[in-house]
C-alpha cells in the first residue's frame, strides 16, 4: 500500500510539472518574441511582418537577421529617435518611486498590522474589516478623487503624486496580520516586563520574526511601483517625469511615427530591475510564499 501511494504521489508531481511547464511556455512565448524582435531594425521589424504565409513562416520572421543594438542604444543617446522623451530620467524616476514607495510599504503596513495584531484599541476590528472590503471597490473608481486630492495639494507633476497615494495596501497588512498571530503573545509580555515600550516590541520582537512575509511584501510593492501605467501617465504630465513603464507611449515618437523596435528594446529594459530583484530574493521570496501559506493553513 506505501509503495501504490508513493506512485501516485509520483504521478500527481508528474502531471502538475507537466501543466506548470506548459503554463511557463505560454507565459514565456511574449517575452521571448518581445526580446527578438527588439534586435531589429525598424524597417526590418516592418518588413518582416509584412508577407507571410503560414505558421512557420511567422515563426521564422520572428528571428532576427543579425543582431543589432541600435535600438537601444538610440534610446539612450536619442538618435534617429522622434521623440522627446528621455528614458535616463524615466528611469531615475521609476528607481526613486519603486525604492521609496517600497519602504514606506514596509514601515506603514508592518506598525498597522501590529496594531492591529498586538495593541487594543475601541473597534479595532470593525475599522480593519471596514478597510478590507473598501478595496474590493474597484481602484478606477478612486482615480477621480484621488487626483483631486493631489490636485489639492499641488502634487501634480510631482513625483510625491506616485509615491504616497499607494502606500497603505490593506491586502498587505492583512497578510502581515494573518502572520503575527502566528507568533505568541508570551514574548511580548516578556519583553514589557523587561520594560521595553510598544515601538521596542515591535522593533526587537515582531520585525525579526516576520522578515519572510517583508520579503514578499517587499516584492510585491516594488513590482506594482514599477510596473503601474495608469496612474502616473494621469497625473504626470511633463515627460521628464513619467516613470519607465508609463513613459514607453512616449516612444511611440510624434506625429504618431511609430518606432516599433524603440519601444520593444524599451519593455526589454523595463523587465530588467524586476527580474534581477526576484533572481536575487527568490529562496527569500519563496520562504515567504511558503511560509505565510502554512500560516493560513
Given at each position: 500500500?506505501?509503495?501504490?501511494?508513493?506512485?501516485?504521489?509520483?504521478?500527481?508531481?508528474?502531471?502538475?510539472?507537466?501543466?506548470?511547464?506548459?503554463?511557463?511556455?505560454?507565459?514565456?512565448?511574449?517575452?521571448?518574441?518581445?526580446?527578438?524582435?527588439?534586435?531589429?531594425?525598424?524597417?526590418e521589424?516592418?518588413?518582416?511582418?509584412?508577407?507571410?504565409?503560414?505558421?512557420?513562416?511567422?515563426?521564422?520572421?520572428?528571428?532576427?537577421?543579425?543582431?543589432?543594438?541600435?535600438?537601444?542604444?538610440?534610446?539612450?543617446?536619442?538618435?534617429?529617435?522622434?521623440?522627446?522623451?528621455?528614458?535616463?530620467?524615466?528611469i531615475?524616476?521609476?528607481?526613486?518611486?519603486?525604492?521609496?514607495?517600497?519602504?514606506?510599504?514596509?514601515?506603514?503596513?508592518?506598525?498597522?498590522?501590529?496594531?492591529?495584531?498586538?495593541?487594543?484599541?475601541?473597534?479595532?476590528?470593525?475599522?480593519?474589516?471596514?478597510?478590507?472590503?473598501i478595496?474590493?471597490?474597484?481602484?478606477?473608481?478612486?482615480?477621480?478623487?484621488?487626483?483631486?486630492?493631489?490636485y489639492?495639494?499641488?502634487?501634480?507633476?510631482?513625483?510625491?503624486?506616485?509615491?504616497?497615494?499607494?502606500?497603505?495596501?490593506?491586502?498587505?497588512?492583512?497578510?502581515?496580520?494573518?502572520?503575527?498571530?502566528?507568533?505568541?503573545?508570551?514574548?511580548?509580555?516578556?519583553?514589557?516586563?523587561?520594560?521595553?515600550?510598544?515601538?521596542?516590541?515591535?522593533?526587537?520582537?515582531?520585525?525579526?520574526?516576520?522578515?519572510?512575509?517583508?520579503?514578499?511584501?517587499?516584492?510585491?510593492?516594488?513590482k506594482?511601483?514599477?510596473?503601474?501605467?495608469?496612474?502616473?501617465t494621469?497625473?504626470?504630465?511633463?515627460?521628464?517625469?513619467?516613470?519607465?513603464?508609463?513613459?514607453?507611449?512616449?516612444?511611440?515618437?510624434?506625429?504618431?511615427?511609430?518606432?516599433?523596435?524603440?519601444?520593444?528594446?524599451?519593455?526589454?529594459?523595463?523587465?530588467?530591475?524586476?527580474?534581477?530583484?526576484?533572481?536575487?530574493?527568490?529562496?527569500?521570496?519563496?520562504?515567504?510564499?511558503?511560509?505565510?501559506?502554512?500560516?493560513?493553513?
Open positions: 500500500m506505501y509503495r501504490s501511494v508513493k506512485e501516485s504521489e509520483k504521478r500527481v508531481r508528474i502531471i502538475c510539472t507537466t501543466v506548470l511547464f506548459l503554463f511557463a511556455i505560454v507565459w514565456l512565448i511574449p517575452i521571448v518574441w518581445v526580446i527578438l524582435n527588439s534586435f531589429k531594425t525598424n524597417t521589424f516592418v518588413a518582416s511582418y509584412s508577407n507571410f504565409n503560414g505558421r512557420w513562416e511567422y515563426l521564422k520572421a520572428i528571428l532576427p537577421e543579425s543582431i543589432n543594438f541600435g535600438s537601444y542604444i538610440s534610446l539612450f543617446t536619442g538618435e534617429g529617435v522622434p521623440t522627446v522623451a528621455n528614458i535616463d530620467k524615466m531615475i524616476n521609476s528607481i526613486i518611486v519603486s525604492v521609496s514607495q517600497t519602504i514606506i510599504v514596509l514601515v506603514i503596513t508592518s506598525m498597522s498590522a501590529f496594531a492591529y495584531e498586538r495593541l487594543e484599541f475601541p473597534i479595532g476590528d470593525k475599522v480593519f474589516w471596514l478597510l478590507f472590503f478595496t474590493l471597490i474597484p481602484g478606477s473608481v478612486s482615480i477621480l478623487p484621488l487626483f483631486k486630492i493631489c489639492a495639494l499641488g502634487w501634480v507633476n510631482n513625483i510625491n503624486a506616485l509615491i504616497w497615494p499607494q502606500v497603505a495596501g490593506v491586502m498587505n497588512i492583512f497578510l502581515l496580520r494573518n502572520f503575527m498571530k502566528s507568533i505568541p503573545k508570551e514574548m511580548d509580555e516578556a519583553a514589557r516586563i523587561d520594560g521595553a515600550s510598544n515601538f521596542a516590541i515591535y522593533r526587537t520582537v515582531i520585525v525579526p520574526s516576520i522578515q519572510p512575509v517583508l520579503m514578499v511584501v517587499a516584492l510585491f510593492a516594488f506594482a511601483a514599477w510596473n503601474d501605467y495608469l496612474w502616473p494621469i497625473v504626470m504630465n511633463e515627460p521628464n517625469n513619467q516613470t519607465l513603464t508609463s513613459g514607453l507611449a512616449l516612444l511611440k515618437g510624434q506625429y504618431d511615427v511609430a518606432q516599433w523596435t524603440n519601444l520593444l528594446a524599451s519593455a526589454v529594459i523595463s523587465m530588467i530591475a524586476p527580474f534581477l530583484l526576484y533572481m536575487t530574493c527568490q529562496k527569500y521570496f519563496l520562504r515567504g510564499i511558503s511560509v505565510s501559506a502554512s500560516v493560513k493553513g
